[in-house]
Every structure is written in C-alpha cells, then in structure tokens.
C-alpha cells in the first residue's frame, strides 16, 4: 500500500465539514438520510442481519437431517424452513447486499455526487424490513408460514396453503417493489450523472455489471408480482389460473414464475462478475483482459437469460421440441460465461500477484463458482437432469454459484471497499480466519450434495433413507462450521464500524485504479460535489 | 488455495472409480457417490451421456485451475514477478469462443438422441395410470381390471426413533407396483391434488404428476429385481414419506399375478355388495375405523384428531364430526373441493368408510353414540 497522495480534494474535506452539521443525530439521521453513503451502509447491514437470520433457518434445518428420523421439528415446519430460508437468502440477503454496493460504490465510480433519486432511495430501503417482518411474522401465526418451497408452485400455494399466503404475497409485493425502485435508480443514475469523460466504454465493469442487472430487474420484478397475484386471487378469490378444473393449468404458473425465476438468477451472479472483474486486476496489478469482451459477454447472458427459462421444466411434460430448445439456448449461455472466467484467468497471467483477503475471496470465488458453473452445463442436458432435477445435485449446484458465487462476491467486496468507507484498515487476522475457515467449510457443506444427490436423494425432505446418512451428517457439520464462521465476520465488521485499526491512503491498494481511490479514506459524506476530469 | 484444489481433486478423483454397482436397488450402498447405472438400456444410456458430461467438465475445470494456479505460483510479487502489459487479443477471444461452442455441439447431438428416445413412448405392451396424491400412489392396469392404493409401510415408531430403522427405512411400501420384465410398459402420470413427481432412479427418468394433465413415460426392464424410488416434487408435509416401489417379474410369473389380483378385486367387489347387507356392531366398528383411520386420516388430522390449526381442522369436538352426519358421510364421500380433503369413495370400500364415520364420531371425546353402516354410505353414494 502507497502512502496517501491527496492533492486534489482538500476542497471535498471541507465541504465535509460543512455538511456535517445537518446530519441530524442518532436514529432521525438513518430514518430521513438521502446519502448514498448511509443507504450503503443501511442495505448492508440490513442484508447481513437477513443472512444471519436466513442462515440461523438452514441451522435448523441442518440439525433435523443430521441423522435419520425426525427428532427436531415436524414435517410442515421443516417446509416452512426451506422455503423462508430461500425467501430470505434470495430477497432479503443477496439483493439488498449488491444494491447496498450499488449505493455505495456506482456514485463514487462514476464521479457523481449522489445517486439521482436520493428521496426514492431512502424509500425503497425503508420498505424493506416491513417486508420482512410481514413474512417472518407468518411463522408465528396459525397454520405457520409459507411452506410451499421458495418456488411456490401451485397448486400447493393455492388450494392446498395455509392462510398465512396472504401474508407472503404482500411481502412479496413490497421486496418487488423496492427492487424496482432501486433497479430505477441506478440506471437514472448511470445515464445522467456520469462525470465529464466518463464515456460508456470507460465505465468500470461493476458499474455496467449493475446497469445490466438493473433493467433485467425491471423486466421480471413485475412479472413476479403477478404471479403472486394470481396466487393470491387463485387462492381467495375463486379464479382458475392455475387450477385445470376451471380451465387453468398449474405448469402455467412455472412457466410464469421461472421467466421470472432464471433472469433472477442473474441478477443475483452479474454485479459478483463486476466486482470480481475490480478485484483480480487490483491484485495481479494488471489491466484487466478484454475489457470490451466482458461488457459484451455480460449483456449477452442478460439477453440469453430471458430465452432459458424452461430448463428449470425439463420433468414437467414439455413436447420434445420445446425441451430440445431449451436445452440449446441453456448450453449457449455457458459460451459468455466462459469467456469471463478466461479474462480473469487472462488478467491474472503474468501478472505481479499479491494476496490479500480481498483477493482470496476473488479466488475462491473463481474457482468454486466455475465448479457450479459446470455442474450447471451437465444440468443443462435434458436426459441427463431427468435424473439430476429436484435431488441434492441441483441444491449442490445452486449452492455452489450463490454461497461461493454471490456471496464470497460480496465479501470480497467488503474487504476491498471497506477500509475506503471506514478510513481503517479491517482486522486482517480475523479476515483471514473468516476466509481460510469459511472455504474449507462451505465445500464440506456443499461438495457431498453432489454425492447424495446423484445416489438419488430429492431435495426438501424431512428425513431420508439410511444409505444418505453419512454424507448427511458430514453435510451438517460442515453447515454449522460454516454458520460459525460468520461470526468471525461479524465481529470484524463491528471493529470496523467502531472506526478500529490502522488509517489508511487513499488509494488504500497499491494496484488499484478507479475513481472511488482517488477520494480520501474515509470516503467523505459528500464526495465529487465538483465533477472530477477523467482523463 | 492449494488446499482446496487437492481435496477437490480426490474428491473428484474419487468420484470417476467410484465403483459402479448394477445390482438391484435393494443392495443399499453406504457411500454411493455416483448415479446408477440402472436397470434398462435407457437408464444405460442415461449414465453414459452422465459420465461424458463429467469428463469434459472434470477436463475443462482442470485447464482452467491449472491456468490459474500456475500464474498464482510463477507469477507472484514475491517470487520478484514485473506486471506484463496486454490486456486484449482479439485473436484469443475470437478462440475461446468457437472452441467452447465446437465442445457444446459434441455434447448437444448425443443428447439429443437420447432424449428422442427417451421420449417415444409410443405402441407400449402394458399401460399402467398412475396418479399421485398426498402421500400416495395409486396403480391402475389399463389393460386389466386391477387398481390399487400404494402407501409407505415404515412404522411411525421407526420415524420417531422409538424403533430401530429398517433396511428399507422410508423406501419401503405396502403393495409395490408390479411390472413385466422385457416389455415396453407405458406410465400414464397424473395427480388427484398438488404436483408430484413419479421417479425411480434405476430407471432413468422421473416424471411431474400434474393435476388435471396428463403425462407419459416408458420403460423397458431387463432384470427382475425390487426397485425404489421416491416422490421427487414437494408435495406438501409428507413429500418425504411417499416411496415407490416396483417390482419387475418374469412375464410368465406377471401374467399370473395380474390374473390373480382381477380374481381377487372382482371378489372383493362382490363382497362388498353382500356386506351391505350386514350390520357391524359398535365395537367392530371402532376396530376397523381406528385401523383406517390411522392409515388414512392421521397424516393430517393427527392421530389424537385434533388437526394441525390453519391447515388441517380439528375433528376433535367439530361441530360436522359431533352433529351434522349427513355432512359428515358427505365429506369423506365426496371430498371437500378447493381444500386438501379428498374424495374417499375410490380409495376405501363402503364399510370402511361407514368405520371411520362411526370412529371419528366416537373417538376422543366426540362421545355422539352414532353407528353408521356400510348401507348408509352406499345410499349416500347413489345420492339419496
């Protein structure tokens, strides 16, 4: 790390000062901010209480398969386990973690003072957690939560639900509606406040990655919301949507809810690209390769994933012609995908490499997210996924791209960004703990699905035949291992938030390039009050 | 990082000389790490297209590890490495494209074949309907007059842990579908209530039971043998406990039992007509009825019949279950459409359900005194 040159911005730690004056104090000063900096800060802490809580489900959840019978909880408790557990990692852990990034970091990369929408920002947060008490509050209410799978495919949701439905679709609404406003800010942002110079083809890859990702929001969030609604109606107002005895179809509802469903997965996996694609140049202290590649290899899985959807269907009696379709344009998507991890692999030939926590994660992230990846390509083949689908295998897959896909992403993101926000550098004995205890336990967690799975396991079930017992039981133990270890994260981060540690330059890594180095560590409230000229 | 690549490297080395076993399902292997081969040319066929699959993913995963870790170690800082300078080629690009997209095809033709094999179910020798509901399977011979219900035969004592768990913990059933070996035979797959999913592994496929569609599968078995298998869809509370179990026999021995289930069913039937007539007595009638009860009813009513609140009501005191007899027949008769109460007239035989009436008005508490009788249910049935 270089030692701190701050010429040009004596004037941002002046206005600072100035401003600090109107922040109003304690909790007024988090309920009525409008800085992207505080509703950064307010995503991410939100994200990381869902994934404790998300998190604390899958314990449970763990604790009831570690060996046969059911000794913990009862069946339709279990249901109701998995299904908020995926709720909440998809909705209330992943999402608010990469638009807290979004809010932090799109505004400092592109030189804008703020994000655009900054009243729409604070809403859009401050709905969140009314979402998620209305649907934690259906686990503690007759008939208990929704325990028709994250993927709530009627007409189990529908006929066959508890009251508590009700409860889950509005939730539903509200997590959809503050995605769209977040999605519509940044690109209101993006396109109007980028500083003078900064063209489309300068952006960094993380500020295209979210550009992309928002508008893919925007075309599915509301396709989501009405399938919710028709459960809703399906549900307690006498329509057929899904129901065939009144002229519906119930494989109508997956083929609503996953065209929803695979560009959702993207969204969840293109802003860890962008983050990665910061990273890995940073570390090998080299230009990141094929710049233009990446923007194009990005916007291509975006079109491919609206073309996809079905894959998720191959069991569900589709004509042959449509399985074989789906099958093509799903191999297809893996062309894209491999061209970014080569890039990466690319920039990091012959680079001057260094090691630091931020890097490990990129690393792993590289690494365990291509071992998804692939199982995804050998998921892709229909005659094949006849037997994968619904076992431990598709549970391994999705695991591996979203624990060690999406969420090693956002941690490497906080270990890269956070000593710019706090002006600290974090506790590197601890972020190593947490990185060298979190890898080996999340591939005991989630390498032996693929084992029961292939020996035929499905996945959401209570209790399971004797021959799955003891992958089962090393499959717990490394979940609570793994549980565990985000404690060690926990208390790194609140050192951190305590402003504990070593100060740091404001280029904080030696290799780093991008307009968020060139602002002083901490980042000021206010920062590129004045544009700043990109060369 | 070396760590991880090593344990995944025997993992996965570990994971190609598996040893592959083609025995009967019934031989449970403890550490199975790979998929079954199976029993028919399909499920062959399934496992070959698995394995290629595997390889090129173990192959290409491997190069890029590779790639990576040799720059990690040759080209580190501290080993004094200097940056180089390119960061764009379009000629690599331009390969790292095609290449993937030429191994793709290789992968698309072979499994394409398979799948429009796997797909022509068309002129089988034997026709069986099977339709899912919750936690059942029933069995329908097209071709014959023989139907039936198939449900798990695990105790719930083995579940609750006060017994120890069998062999075939959780896979084992009470009447196991029974299937000819060496002829095509055609599974017809539907669903009286949610989405199931009909799959045994040992054959290859697993198919969605939807409600109100129909779909088909088919599969030629070359080997007699018991196989099991599992719902595969969520199903509701007990997706768990809704195991498959076929049993693949000489044809010869097949045509003999099927002949023999028509005797017994049309027997059964003319039984029935003849016990109309009788009547039961209150005690034989709590016999029966808690005996159906407990197989029929239990799973969501619960034994003690006081229901799971906001999903499944209570019998215990229920203002149908104390007064309204009529309306009670009506129910387990008919079902209760848009709920998960079904329709119990194919599923049980007159008396039963005249027994499990009489039960749930007697048990618990609901001390009404009423006995109802096989002939009730029969003129509620024809609407009288």
């Known amino acids: 790390m270089t030692a701190a040159t701050d010429t040009t911005h004596t004037n941002d730690h002046h206005d600072d000062e100035h401003h600090e004056h109107h922040i109003p104090p304690g909790i007024k000063r988090w309920l009525y901010t409008t800085n992207h900096k505080d509703i950064g800060t307010l995503y991410l802490w939100f994200a990381f209480i869902m994934f404790l809580t998300g998190g604390a489900m899958a314990m449970v959840i763990r604790a009831e398969l570690f060996q046969p019978g059911l000794q913990i909880i009862e069946p339709n408790f279990f249901n109701q386990m998995t299904t908020v557990h995926g709720l909440i990692m998809v909705f209330g852990a992943v999402m608010p ?5 979004a809010n932090w970091l799109i505004p400092m990369m592109i030189g804008a003072p703020d994000m655009a929408l900054p009243r729409m920002n604070n809403w859009s947060f401050w709905i969140l957690p009314f979402a998620f008490l209305i649907l934690l509050s259906s686990l503690f209410m007759e008939g208990g939560g929704p325990a028709f799978g994250w993927t709530f495919y009627a007409p189990l949701s529908t006929t066959y639900s508890s009251d508590g439905t009700a409860l889950f679709v509005f939730a539903v609404h509200i997590m959809g509606a503050s995605s769209i406003m977040g999605a519509i800010n940044v690109i209101v942002t993006i396109f109007n406040m980028r500083a003078p110079g900064m063209t489309w083809m300068k952006m960094p890859l993380f500020v295209w990655t979210w550009l992309i990702t928002a508008f893919l929001l925007i075309a599915v969030m509301p396709v989501l919301a009405g399938a919710v609604t028709m459960v809703l109606t399906d549900k307690f107002f006498g329509t057929s949507f899904f129901d065939a005895a009144g002229g519906g179809d119930p494989v ?19 802003p860890a690209f962008g983050i990665i694609s910061a990273i890995v140049p940073t570390f090998a202290r080299k230009r990141l390769f094929g710049y233009a590649s990446m923007v194009y290899a990005t916007a291509s899985i975006a079109l491919l994933s609206f073309i996809v959807w079905a894959h998720h269907m191959f069991t569900t009696g589709m004509p042959v012609a449509a399985e074989l379709f789906f099958m093509f344009a799903t191999m297809l998507i893996s062309v894209p995908t491999g061209v970014k991890i080569f890039n990466w692999v690319a920039t990091m030939w012959r ?13 792993a992230f590289i690494v365990l997210f291509t071992i998804g990846g692939l199982s995804g390509l050998m998921l892709a083949i229909v005659p094949v996924d006849f037997q994968y689908h619904d076992t ?15 969420i090693f992403s956002i941690m490497a993101a906080v270990y890269y960004w956070l000593p710019k926000w706090t002006g600290k550098m974090f506790h590197i004995g601890l972020a190593k703990w947490h990185f060298w205890c979190s890898l080996v336990s999340v591939n005991v967690l989630f390498f032996p699905m693929h084992f029961v799975g292939l020996a035929g396991m499905p996945r959401r079930i209570p209790d399971y035949a004797l021959q ?3 992958f089962n039981k090393w499959i717990s133990i490394g979940g609570f291992a793994f549980g565990l270890s985000q404690f060690i994260f926990l208390a790194l981060l609140i050192k951190a938030c305590k402003k504990q540690g070593e100060p740091v330059s404001s280029q904080v890594w030696e290799g780093a390039e991008g307009l968020e180095w060139e602002i002083p560590s901490p980042a000021p409230y206010h920062s590129f009050e004045t544009p700043p000229v990109i060369k | 990082m070396k760590r991880i690549l090593f344990k995944a490297g025997t993992m996965l080395t570990a994971l190609m000389t598996a040893p592959v076993f083609a025995e009967t399902s019934d031989h449970i292997e403890q550490y199975q790490l790979n998929m079954t081969k199976g029993v028919t040319d399909i499920s062959a066929g399934v496992y070959d297209m698995h394995m290629l699959m595997f390889i090129i993913c173990v192959v290409i995963g491997a190069g890029v590890f590779i790639a990576m870790f040799i720059s990690m170690y040759f080209h580190r800082k501290s080993r004094g490495a200097k940056p180089a300078n390119f960061h764009e080629s379009v000629k690599v690009e331009i390969a790292w494209t095609v290449i993937p997209f030429v191994i793709l095809v290789f992968m698309a033709v072979p499994a394409m074949n398979l799948l429009i094999d796997m797909e022509d179910a068309s002129e089988p020798d034997v026709s069986i309907l099977v339709t899912g509901s919750q936690w059942k399977w029933h069995y329908k011979y097209m071709d014959n007059d023989v139907e039936y219900y198939s449900k798990m035969a695990t105790q719930a004592e083995q579940i609750s842990g006060k017994l120890p768990k069998g062999e075939n913990y959780l896979l084992e059933v009470d009447r196991p ?19 199931h999913s009909w799959w045994v592994p040992d054959f290859g496929f697993k198919q969605d039971a939807n ?41 010869a021995e097949y045509d003999k039992w099927i002949a023999e289930q028509q005797a017994i069913q049309q027997k059964a039937k003319a039984e029935e007509q003849r016990l109309l007539a009788m009547n039961m007595t209150m005690d034989e009638a709590m016999d029966l009825g808690g005996k159906v009860y407990n197989a029929n009813c239990a799973a969501c009513h619960m034994p003690n019949g006081e229901g799971l609140p906001g999903v499944f009501p209570s019998l215990k005191g229920s203002q149908i279950a104390t007064t309204d007899q009529p309306k009670h027949i009506d129910i387990l008769v008919n079902g209760v459409t848009g709920t998960a109460m079904q329709a119990y007239a194919k599923q049980l035989t007159m008396s039963e359900i005249a027994a499990v009436v009489t039960y749930e008005r007697n048990a618990w508490g609901n001390d009404t005194g009423d006995l109802v009788q096989a002939k009730d249910i029969n003129s509620a049935m024809n609407g009288q």
């Not at chain 1, 083929?255 to 969204?267: M, S, T």
């Not at chain 2, 070359?222 to 869809?233: L, S």
């Open chain 1, 468 to 470: 799955f017992a003891d």
């Open chain 1, 392 to 406: 431990y295998f598709v549970v391994a897959h999705f695991h591996y791209v979203l624990v060690t896909g999406a």
């Open chain 2, 177 to 195: 579908l029974i299937i000819p070996t060496g002829q095509k035979v055609r599974f017809l797959i539907t669903s009286d209530d949610v989405i």
């Open chain 1, 97 to 101: 973690a990469f638009t807290g990034l």
């Open chain 1, 252 to 270: 109508m509802f997956q083929h609503i809810f996953w065209f929803f469903g695979h560009p959702e997965v993207y969204i969840m996996i293109l």
């Open chain 1, 351 to 363: 680079g001057s490499m260094t090691f630091e926590v931020p890097m490990l994660f990129a690393i």
């Open chain 2, 211 to 251: 409600p109100g569609f129909i779909n088909d599968a088919w599969t030629k078995v070359n080997e007699p043998g018991i196989y099991r298998g599992q719902c595969a869809e969520l199903c509701g509370k007990d997706h768990g406990f809704m195991p498959i179990v076929v049993i693949a026999k000489e044809p």
